[in-house]
């Protein structure tokens, strides 16, 4: 196979010039293959408002490759970006800004890149929303996510040479990184004045592999059926310690110790999963194919997932990436963990003292390269990735050969096993808890607040809908019921005996499967996976509703009414469909029709 490559080619396509590309072994999976020719454009971090704002500088971005630095979303969600904005091909380096890179002071060399995919989705994207299970023999199709435009990694060497040869138009302040030298002018012109232009060549090729996930699993006594499962990928780009490495040894390490309780006698109430996911760097791979496979009967019998992955990153603060169901188990838990920098306090006390609320410190939420987006996004399952981070200095090896053992030991001081036991402790209690409790800990009122915050964002442009004819009455009222259920459904617990199994039986169904009701059954799995209205993506969230809504001020030329209407009544109906299931059964539902 032929190596990637960049080159400098004259304006009659000849090539005068190579830009060298340090590692053969860095690429972007999924990219497309093939070659572009274009002139350079540096877009920041390449999200859709730095693309809209070179759109109103005036810098072409339209059949050229543009250069983006590393951070703030995914691989694939630049590449995405681009080629919305008709890109020819993408570039991406890591910044000294963002990624320490003084080897001194455990930093990149500048000569390294970052490897990432660039599927806008999980799984295997040529059996999007279905299964590739070696026996399935479907036809062939594309997800909807993969790319048709050429992406691979630089180095902050590569980047600085093609980035100094830049003029064009002075950046904004807030673009402007930590390459010696550069200036970081927009382009797509030279500073030498020539027609010069570069030629991207990506000749990745595709292999069929077979991959295994690996199962261990806790049966539970009263409720063997429902599941609380705990996973990490244990593959890698690189030697992978931080990335998969540490979320493996908690998972062996908390499957040890649950068996050890239940030989002592402990019995859950709940069955425990541990799973080893296979090709996660791919875009968890191993989860996702799974979590299509079972679907059916998940959304039935998952209560919760936890990811381990990426679990140690630093010692500042202790983050938790969320379905908002799952965020009111963390406050208890960090009231019984030591805090791994401050001995002899909790993490919950340590935040008290230095006079910051746990929730707004510690609560974020999902995000795409998550291991556990997929379970909520696309398989209506409460999923919470946790992790120790560092402030002022990230990890800076992820995804590269440097992502060692000896390089995460020196990066946290030596400090990796207090660090690790705290984070298996934390996953730990909330998978006890979860598996123990006779009600499930679930905040499903958490979503009446969601829709209600929305639903105040959408009231500022009532005028503008009520002069267009339109009204937000139905999704108001949709939002109410929601509310109503989910306060009935708590008043009708606290009256109740709890000793009664069926009636217990009965609750936690229903609340189990409240995740499940926000995915949207108007939309196509396989077109649009990540069904979602609140943490999904695609013109069925009502990020999207809102999104459109702010163009009666913003662009009121491009406001699609007919296009307004059909997400507005999809989404109200998703989300009375989730009151009325919260609210038990159809006997309790008084819908006008």
């Known amino acids: 196979m032929k190596p990637n490559s960049l080159h400098v080619v004259d304006s009659a396509g000849r090539t005068v010039g190579d830009v060298a590309l340090e590692s053969s072994a860095v690429y972007c999976a999924y990219s497309a293959t093939g070659n572009t020719t274009g002139s350079l454009v540096y877009v920041n971090y390449g999200r859709r408002e730095d693309f809209e704002v070179l759109e109103k500088l005036g810098v072409q971005v339209k059949n050229n490759i543009v250069i983006t630095r ?132 990506v000749n990745n090729y595709m292999s069929s592999v077979l991959i295994n996930n690996i199962f ?27 990335k998969s490495g540490v979320g493996t040894a908690i998972l062996l390490e908390l499957a040890r110790t649950f068996r050890a309780m239940v030989q002592n006698g402990f019995q859950p109430r709940r069955s425990l999963l541990f799973v080893s996911w296979d090709a996660g760097d791919f875009g968890s791979v191993g989860a996702t194919e799974w979590l299509e496979g079972y679907l059916t009967m998940l959304h039935l019998k998952a209560v919760a997932y936890f990811s381990l992955d990426r679990a140690v990153l630093g010692d500042d603060r202790f983050v938790a990436y969320t379905s908002p169901l799952l965020a009111n188990l963390i406050e208890g838990v960090i009231k019984q963990v030591d805090s791994p920098k401050h001995p002899g306090q909790t993490i919950h006390s340590q935040l008290l003292r230095q006079g910051r609320h746990w929730k707004s410190e510690i609560v974020r939420a999902l995000f795409l390269n998550s291991g556990a987006y997929s379970f909520t996004a696309f398989g209506g399952v409460p999923a919470m990735e946790i992790s120790f981070t560092e402030d002022s200095r990230p990890y800076p090896f992820l995804n590269t050969e440097l992502d060692t053992f000896e390089n995460l030991q020196v990066a946290l001081q030596g400090r990796l096993g207090v660090l690790g036991r705290a984070a298996a402790e934390i996953a730990g209690l909330m998978a006890l808890r979860l598996a123990h409790d006779r009600i499930l800990p679930l905040e499903y ?15 500022k442009y009532s005028k503008e809908l009520q002069s267009r004819g339109l009204t937000l009455q139905w999704i108001f009222s949709a939002r109410g019921d929601y509310n109503r259920a989910a306060d009935e459904l708590r008043r009708a617990i606290l009256n109740s005996d709890e000793s009664d199994e069926r009636l217990v039986r009965l609750y936690n169904m229903r609340i189990t499967r409240v995740e ?78």
């Open 445 to 459: 009122s958490c979503y009446s607040e969601s829709t209600l915050q929305f639903s105040a964002q959408l009231n």
């Open 70 to 201: 590393v951070g703030k979303i995914s691989f694939a969600e630049k590449v995405a970006n681009a080629e919305q904005f008709e890109a020819g091909g993408v570039l991406v380096y890591p910044d000294p800004a963002d990624i320490p890179q003084d080897p001194r002071g455990l930093g990149l060399y500048s000569y390294t890149a970052i490897s990432e995919h660039v599927h806008l989705g999980s799984g295997d994207p040529y059996t999007p929303g279905f299964p590739s299970f070696n026996h399935t023999q479907f036809p062939p199709i594309q997800s909807s996510g993969l790319p048709s435009i050429l992406a691979h990694p630089i180095s902050a060497n590569v980047a600085s040479k093609l980035l100094s040869q830049l003029s064009g138009p002075d950046p904004p302040k807030s673009w402007r990184g930590r390459l010696p030298y550069v200036t970081y002018r927009l382009g797509p012109s030279l500073t030498s004045a020539d027609q010069r232009r570069f030629r991207l060549g």
């Open 516 to 593: 499940f009701y926000f995915l949207s059954p108007y939309v196509s799995a396989t077109e649009t996976p990540f069904r979602h209205i609140l943490h999904g993506r695609g013109p069925h969230t009502l990020g999207a509703l809102r999104e459109h809504v702010a163009l009666l001020r913003d662009e009121p030329g491009r406001f699609d009414e007919a296009r307004f209407r059909r997400q507005l009544a999809l989404l109200t109906w998703t989300l009375q469909g989730a009151a009325n299931a919260l609210s038990g059964e159809v006997w309790d539902i008084d819908n006008a029709f």
């Open 216 to 242: 261990g699993s806790v049966e539970g006594k009263e409720e063997p059926d429902q599941y609380i499962i705990l996973g990490a990928q244990r593959d890698s780009w690189g030697p992978g310690a931080a």
